[in-house]
């Protein structure tokens, strides 16, 4: 969270002309749906509450389209790129998130949208779970205080009204969440390059994964 994954795969996707697919505003587009439907969230393994998350996952149709140069996502056919991005989504789609039936929902769908060649996808679980045998992994990362700041300033910019102290907390509690979750926890994959944003700039950061991935590229057999 914050460390800006989104802005980096984006723009990588851009520099090296490949399609650029956002798996979290698929869960965001569930955690939304969810919330429309007043549906519970707190699963913690109970099937009462697993088991109509995961229904309503298969039951949905999550579209993600290059329109203007970035990225439009549809729900069921509606426009929900703006909506799936506030704080209540956000917080919903964590929790969501936890869901192993949802999950395995998603991944499906992750896989088959990622069969063509050129994707950069990103994730929490991307190289660990989805694509364990992607040509490159970035576990990308930076300190919980810039993440929550970068996050703070992204809603600043929007007009929503939220504090940086609860902000860190929130990247502290979806980072444990994250981590502790049973199914596709948040972990480094043993072959994923690590790389701290903390004191980078997103364009450092999209042309030293553009490097890394053009290096790759090189080393494979012909």
Known sequence: MGSGKSTVARRVAE???????????????????????????????????????????????????QKNGAQQVLLDGEDVTNAIRTPEVAQAASKVAVVA??????????????????????????????FPDAQLKIFLTASPETRAERRWREHQQKGDVIDLAR?????????????????????????????????????????LVVMLAKGKSADRPK
């Open 167 to 207: 902000t860190l907390e929130e990247v502290h509690e979806r980072d444990r969440r994250d981590r502790e979750r049973k199914t596709s926890p948040l972990v480094q994959a043993p072959d994923a390059v690590v790389v701290d944003s903390t004191a980078m700039e997103p364009e450092e950061v999209a042309r």
């Open 101 to 130: 039936g949802v999950r395995k929902v998603l991944v499906a769908e992750q896989r088959r949208a990622g069969e063509k060649s050129g994707v950069v996808m990103e994730g929490r679980d991307i190289g660990s779970v989805v």
């Open 15 to 65: 520099l090296m002309g490949y399609v650029y697919i956002d798996t979290g505003a698929m869960y965001r587009s569930v955690a939304l749906k969810a919330l429309r439907r007043a549906m519970s969230f707190d699963a913690n393994g109970r099937p009462e509450i697993d088991e109509p998350l995961t229904t309503l996952a298969s039951e949905t149709r999550v579209d993600l389209r």
